[in-house]
C-alpha cells in the first residue's frame, strides 16, 4: 500500500513539475564525520541533483552558562575542525556543489542552544570574546575559499535577547572579513524575534515547523499544516524585503513526524516511512514554488551515503529512503 501511494505520488509530481522555480539553493547538511571526504562520499550528493552543501564545523561549550568556546582540537572529528571543514567543501567544489558554512555550538550532553545564558556581567564579556573568536575564524575561512553563504549563529535565541549590542558589532566585525552572503540559522519558534534581519542577505529558518498530529500524516494534512506557518513567513520575507532561507528542514521517518518535528529522541524508534515522505513533500508542495523563497538544506546527509538510513532508520537522513526519491525530484526540477 505504502508503494502504491508513493508511486501514484512520484506520477503527481512528474505532471506539477514544470510549475518548480529554477535557481532555488537546494542543499545538503553535510555531516561532519571523523575521516577526510573523497569523490565517492560526494557523488550521492551529485545524484540527488543538489547544488550547495552547508559544512558544520562544532564549537563546544561544556553547560548552558559556561563562557568557554573550544573548538579546532585534536579531540574533535575531523570534520569538525577548520582543517577538516577546508577539505570537506575543497572536495565538494570539484563537484560544483556551492557552499554554506555553518559553524555551530554543541553544549555538553546536547543541551539546547536557544537556552544559552551566563549569570553575570564578567560571563557575558568573556562569552563574547570566546564566540567571536569563534565565529571569526571560519569567517576567515569562507572569504579565503570564496564561500557562498555564512552562517553567523544557529539557535542561539536567549543570547541574542540578552545581548542585541553585540550582535550588530559581531555582524560588522564579520562583513570586515567576510564578502559573501550571510544569514543566521534561527530556530522555527525564535525567527519572528530575531532583531537582525535587515544586516543580512537571508532570513535563515530550521524549519521544524508542526504540520500535523496523526500517526501518519498525510499529504493534504501536511499541506494544511502549513498554511498559517507559510502566511507568517511570508509576510516577515515582505516586511524585511528578504528571501527566506530554510537552514535545516526535514522530517524524521516515524510515527508521528509532524508532530513534534525538532524532537530526535532515540527512544522514538517506530520506523515510518510514509509520514516521512507526506511531510516532506507537502513542504516542497508549500515553498519550492514561491520566488520569495530561497531554498533550504536537507537535515541530515552522512558522507557515507550507502551505509546510512534505509527502510529499518526512523532518524532524520532521507538517505536510502522513499523520501531521497522526493527531494531528488524537486532539486532536479529546481536545476533545470
Known sequence: MVRARFLIFLSILSIQSCKTQSNKINGVSFVASREAVNESHITPVVNLSANYAAIMPFGFMRNLDNPKVIFDTERQWFGETK???????????????????????????????????????????????????????????????????????????????NRPEYWSYLISEIKAIYKGKLTYAANWDEFKRTPFWSQLDFIGVDAYFPVGESKTPSFDECLEGWREHKETIKSLSIIHDKPILFTEYGYRSVDYAGKLPWVSDIGMNQVNLEAQTNTTSALFETFWNEDWFAGGFIWKWFHNHDDVGGKNDSMFTPQNKPSEKIIKHYYKSGNE
Open 83 to 161: 582543517q577538516g571543514a577546508e577539505q570537506y567543501i575543497n572536495e565538494l567544489r570539484k563537484q560544483k556543489i556551492k557552499i554554506m558554512l555553518k559553524p555551530q555550538i554543541w553544549v555538553w550532553h546536547g543541551e539546547f542552544t536557544g537556552f544559552i545564558k551566563m549569570e553575570n556581567e564578567v560571563d557575558w564579556n568573556a562569552f563574547e570574546v570566546a564566540y567571536t573568536k569563534f565565529i571569526l575564524e571560519y569567517a576567515r575561512l569562507a572569504q579565503n575559499l570564496k564561500v557562498e553563504i555564512f552562517c553567523i549563529g544557529t539557535e542561539l535565541e536567549k543570547f541574542i535577547e
